[in-house]
């Protein structure tokens, strides 16, 4: 009798900590895929503060999504999605998505661009350049990964800052003859202002990305995204 009632203890012991257990991951699973709230890395890029940010921001405001932005580095910002500190970034290149990586992009593209080559006032100024190896070229992170280029593959002298103002202000101030920014074209009229050839290198679509958890709202944000783009256009257009 005794031994049946140990039994009967030890298997309800069991069921109880079984269930704590499936309590536990059920409320683990709900944390990483809380959907109430997104924290959204944005890049101290001026196209991004001034237009990206907030048609992103309208379009996770359409689906019901609160959403906070942090300002994030070129590489930190991408190694702060991977590993699901940040739930999106604001946008990046379509290359940042590749298969070992949890980054999932979100269509449509919300632009065109390109990393090009700027050149200060007076410098000579053509795609050799990043071949010759008296030149010294300013860049941001990620410039080898958007360039698909390795850096024993480049001649000219390579020197990356993770801030995009920082590198124009380099150049502006003279520090630097040469860089190599991202942009969308939208920045061609302050790039003659500043007295700056540019010259596209590499073309990229510009996409809106996630972490992989959230791959269920895909279908959701892309129908958000596409409107804020056809209203955006109508405006244009009008």
């Known amino acids: 009798m005794k031994t049946k009632r140990l039994i009967s203890i030890q298997t309800i012991s069991t069921y109880f900590v079984l269930f704590l257990s499936s309590l536990l991951l059920n409320s683990d699973v709900k ?42 580095g070129g590489e930190r910002g991408l190694r702060l999605l991977n590993e699901g500190v940040t739930d999106a970034d604001v946008i990046r290149y379509d290359v940042v998505s590749q298969p070992d990586n949890n980054i999932v992009i979100v269509p449509p593209a919300l632009s065109r661009g390109a990393s090009f080559l700027l050149c200060i006032r007076g ?7 990043i071949q010759q190896p008296d030149k010294a070229i300013a860049v941001t992170t990620r410039f080898f990964f958007n360039m698909h280029a390795k850096p024993d593959e480049l001649n000219a002298n390579i020197f990356e800052f993770d801030d995009f103002h920082h590198v124009i202000n380099l150049l502006l101030n003279g520090r630097f003859d040469y860089a190599i920014l991202p942009s969308d074209y939208s920045e061609g009229a302050i790039f003659e202002q500043a007295g700056i050839k540019y010259i596209p290198l590499v073309e990229h679509e510009l996409v809106h990305v996630v972490h992989k958890k959230h791959s269920h709202l895909i279908e959701q944000l892309s129908a958000a995204i596409r409107k804020q783009l056809q209203l955006l256009n109508k405006i244009e257009n009008e």
């Open 123 to 129: 410098a000579k100024c053509n795609k050799s350049i």
């Open 31 to 72: 944390a990483q895929h809380d959907d109430s709230s997104f924290v959204i890395g944005e890049l101290t890029h001026p196209r991004v503060q001034s237009f990206y940010k907030p048609l992103i921001a309208r379009a996770y405001q359409d689906i019901g999504i609160k959403v906070t932005f942090e300002k994030v």
